[in-house]
């Protein structure tokens, strides 16, 4: 019995050494493989092709609400991203993974990308909670997830591989359920991971800055999808379709239009700053110069983030602002399309105007659908604590205390 112990001892320690073996073996050939994609991609300079990958389709619905489902929200947001893009830079070609309700394995995706040389992978999902308090943003890189809700955020979109045929040979015995197979995807980290990180950054601070969303960061985790691209990648989740306000937004036409807006925005200003690092000091000039006055806004805003408004309101409260001038203009009804009980605040040398005096981070996100429909197409939150200008992400902190 001991001897036939002893050889079953033996077996095991040999299969996993062998286990161990070829794990380094996927590492090292992964660490080649990138950093040759990374030559090809970086041996032309600029953003001329964008892949936009809607999540999930097909029989693969993703996350489920009460009223709609993930993989028609992504889709919706991601056309009318691609068609923000492709009106504003003739020099960019867009490719959709997917343009209908269809299914695509998670390695299609990525082949799709890789095969027309992109240099951004934009991959559009919505979120869904153990609770339906929660709400807000998210923007994911390739990366070891540092949290266990990262961990089944990816084990979550990572789980649509179970609906492929033959997913064990294709990804190789990868198991999405496994926390131990995200030990080994993430042992290599992408070529791209700096460039990622900007994207996404850009992307959360327009959903916060100019749709009022809550950001909850930029983040790592191990996505197959983004593990198999071969250029800057990210991961968008665009809120949570298990909160019912936010699901209602997201399920909206102009939800999904701000959503949209708010990610060409952040892509307008990636492609510029990549791109501004190959012009002259002279044409750097040049273009601070004629830079167009929304970008400026935001600029004076980061500048100012706790400026002050006349008026001293006590507690936290948001609003909407409708307007921003470098002329004072009276406070009147006919000046703001018959809206009464306009408020001005300045900040950056700016008149900032806005309306609405609301105690709730949901409230508000109902008044900026209001006052979009009545034609303030670029009305975002802003909050304030005690007559002062605070970040929205510190204001919904504040109410949870």
């Known amino acids: 019995m001991t001897s036939v112990m002893l050889k079953i001892n033996n077996i095991n320690k040999n299969k996993m050494a062998l286990k161990r073996s070829f794990l380094l073996f996927l590492v090292f050939f992964s660490s080649i493989f990138l950093s ?24 693969d619905g993703g996350c489920v609400g009460a009223i709609a489902n993930e993989k028609n929200i992504a889709l919706s947001i991601s056309l009318k991203l691609g068609k923000y893009i492709e009106e504003n830079f003739k020099d960019v070609k867009v490719i959709y993974t997917r343009t209908t309700d269809v299914f695509l394995e998670l390695t299609e995706r990525a082949r799709i990308a890789n095969k027309a040389n992109a240099d951004l ?36 979109e990572n789980a649509s591989i179970l609906l492929e045929d033959d997913y064990e040979s294709k990804y190789e015995n ?44 930029v983040k790592q985790a191990g ?14 989740e665009t809120g949570f379709i298990t909160n019912r ?27 510029t700053e990549i791109e501004s690092k190959g012009l002259k000091t002279e044409d750097k000039k040049i273009e601070d110069q004629n830079q167009k006055p929304e970008v400026k806004e935001v600029v004076e805003e980061k500048k100012n983030k706790k400026d002050k408004k006349p008026e001293k309101e006590e507690g936290v409260v948001f609003k909407i602002q409708i307007a921003t001038s470098s002329v004072k203009t009276e406070l009147k009804p006919e000046n703001f399309n018959g809206l009464e009980g306009v408020t001005l605040y300045e900040a950056g040398g700016l008149y900032r105007y806005t309306y609405g005096n609301e105690k709730s981070m949901n409230d508000a996100n109902r008044l900026q659908l209001q006052l ?8 975002f939150i802003v909050a304030f604590k005690d007559g002062i200008r605070i970040p929205i992400s510190e204001a919904i902190k504040l109410q949870e205390k």
Do not use: W
């Not at 040759?36 to 029989?59: L, P, Y």
């Not at 390739?142 to 949290?147: D, I, P, R």
């Open 36 to 59: 040759n994609q990374a030559g090809v991609t970086n041996d032309f300079f600029g953003v001329k092709t964008v892949v936009i990958d809607a999540g999930h389709g097909g029989k």
């Open 121 to 156: 992978f934009i991959c559009i999902h919505v979120n869904s909670g153990a609770t339906p308090t929660a709400i807000g943003t998210e923007t994911y890189v390739m990366g070891l997830h540092k949290t266990e809700s990262n961990l089944k955020v990816a084990q979550r």
């Open 174 to 217: 990868f198991d999405p359920n496994s926390p131990e197979s995200y030990i080994v995807l993430t042992l290599t980290q992408s070529a791209h991971l700096e460039q990622s990180l900007m994207f996404a950054s850009k992307v959360q601070k327009e959903f916060t800055e100019k749709v009022g969303r809550y950001n909850r960061g």
């Open 223 to 236: 996505f197959l999808v983004l593990h198999q691209t071969a250029m800057p990648s990210v991961l968008i």
């Open 245 to 271: 306000e936010e699901e209602k937004f997201l399920a909206s036409d102009i939800g999904q239009d701000y959503m949209a807006s708010a990610i060409y925005r952040a892509f307008k200003e990636y492609k």
């Open 372 to 379: 979009k429909e009545k034609g303030f197409k670029d009305a």
